[in-house]
């Protein structure tokens, strides 16, 4: 099956930071999502963004889909920012199955 | 986006034991998934819920073990049976909806097995 793998695998940063997370993925996908993962486990929708680039705020996603990699920037970071970012992706020919990576634990310190 | 209600919130169960895990979604929806996602770990995809058939299960889950409803389109159950320790998780209902390929997650149910 496809592989997912994110970095760095942990990120401690002071707020106010801006950070990249990157997410590598072993073949063709026609689905990608970005999920952030709170400290108390609710997991909660960033992008769906299987090419190209979009913007919410203070967060912005970017998929190469021919290079097999998708960025998320954040910036300005604030400590609610804190938690598991997973990125997860599924395959052609409309496969609903999301493959999931895994993770980057970000802390931000006040 | 959907809102995903899941029961129970948490349990603590005895090894032997079965616990069905109930979720609720406030609109139709065209899929539905069950996911686990074990200590520290990241999540692993149980079964795809299929309305009014049995479920497309993934390598490594039985529907022995892990036996899941869906009798509508707003309403699933996983029952985690028979339980060991190592079924210690936490238990998470998605539901992809009918306009978007967007998936949306449940607030999941910590389980623990002693």
């Known amino acids: 099956g496809i592989q997912v793998e994110q970095s760095p695998p942990d990120l401690i940063l002071q707020e106010g930071a801006n950070s990249t997370l990157r997410c590598n993925f072993s073949d063709s996908v026609n689905n990608l999502q970005w999920f952030h993962q709170n400290p108390w486990g609710q997991l909660i929708n960033l992008f769906y963004?299987?090419?190209g680039t979009k913007q919410n705020g203070r967060l912005s996603a970017t998929t190469v889909a021919t290079e097999r990699y998708s960025l998320l920037y954040i910036s300005s970071s604030q400590t609610t920012d804190s938690g598991v970012y997973f990125c997860?992706?599924?395959?052609?020919?409309?496969?609903?199955?999301?493959?999931f990576g895994t993770g980057t634990r970000l802390t931000i310190i006040p | 986006s959907a809102v995903i209600s899941q029961k129970p919130s948490r349990d603590i169960c005895q090894r032997g034991t079965s616990l069905t895990i109930q979720c609720q979604v406030d609109s139709q929806v065209t899929m539905m998934f069950w996911y686990r996602q074990q200590p520290g770990q990241s999540l692993t995809l149980i079964a795809t819920a299929n309305q009014g058939s049995e479920a497309t299960y993934e390598s490594g889950f039985v529907i022995d073990k892990f036996p899941i409803s869906r009798p509508n389109l707003t309403f699933s159950t996983l029952t985690v049976s028979n339980m060991s320790p190592e079924d210690s998780s936490i238990y998470l209902c998605?539901?992809?909806?009918?306009?978007?390929?967007?998936?949306?997650f449940g607030p999941g149910t910590r389980l623990t097995v002693t």
């Open positions: 963004i299987p090419s």
């Open positions: 997860a992706v599924g395959g052609e020919g409309g496969n609903e199955k999301l493959t």
């Open positions: 998605s539901v992809r909806g009918f306009s978007n390929y967007e998936q949306y």
